[in-house]
């Protein structure tokens, strides 16, 4: 199960919804070993197109230099989908390559500025796309 902030959860869709109708991508770190979602990096879709995203090789070097630096690793790993739903497609899952990431997507197909979306979470190991519920909190409990 995904367990995910109100407030991030509200960022991802904003971004999705801002990115439309070019697919949005992005990260969101947490300490390593967690499982906690903290920090959002809305990411550039390189790509900048409706149907796929890429992230910029030079930002992603830099990202993850930045949570190995942070002590952080990829809790979330999502992107949107601007004219499907938010199920993986076979190009996802060949870039799904963090098995201890939640792999979110938004889709926007039906969406406009107040309308409908879908916000899906999945874990994405050797190929194998498993659903998994979406629990969103108003703040993570403290931690021990």
């Known amino acids: 199960m995904l367990t995910i902030t109100q407030e991030l959860y509200d960022r991802i869709v904003e971004h999705s919804r801002a990115d439309h109708p070019d697919e949005a991508c992005g990260v969101v770190a947490g300490p390593a070993g967690t499982g906690r979602a903290e920090r959002f990096i809305p990411m550039l879709n390189a790509a900048r197109s ?8 030079t930002d992603l070097l830099k990202l993850y230099r930045e949570m190995d630096d942070r002590d952080e690793e990829p809790v979330i ?3 949107s989908h ?6 993986p497609s076979r190009t996802d899952v ?3 390559n963090e098995p201890g ?3 979110v997507l938004v889709s926007t ?14 874990r994405i190991v050797d190929g194998e796309i498993t659903e998994e519920e979406v629990q969103v909190v108003e703040a993570h409990p403290p931690t021990a």
């Open 109 to 122: 197909a039906d969406a406009d500025d107040a309308g409908p979306f879908q916000f899906r979470s999945y």
């Open 101 to 103: 990431a939640h792999y």
């Open 82 to 87: 601007t004219a499907t739903e938010a199920y």
């Open 50 to 57: 409706p149907t796929f995203y890429e992230f910029d090789s």
């Open 77 to 79: 790993i999502y992107h």
């Open 94 to 96: 060949s870039y799904a």
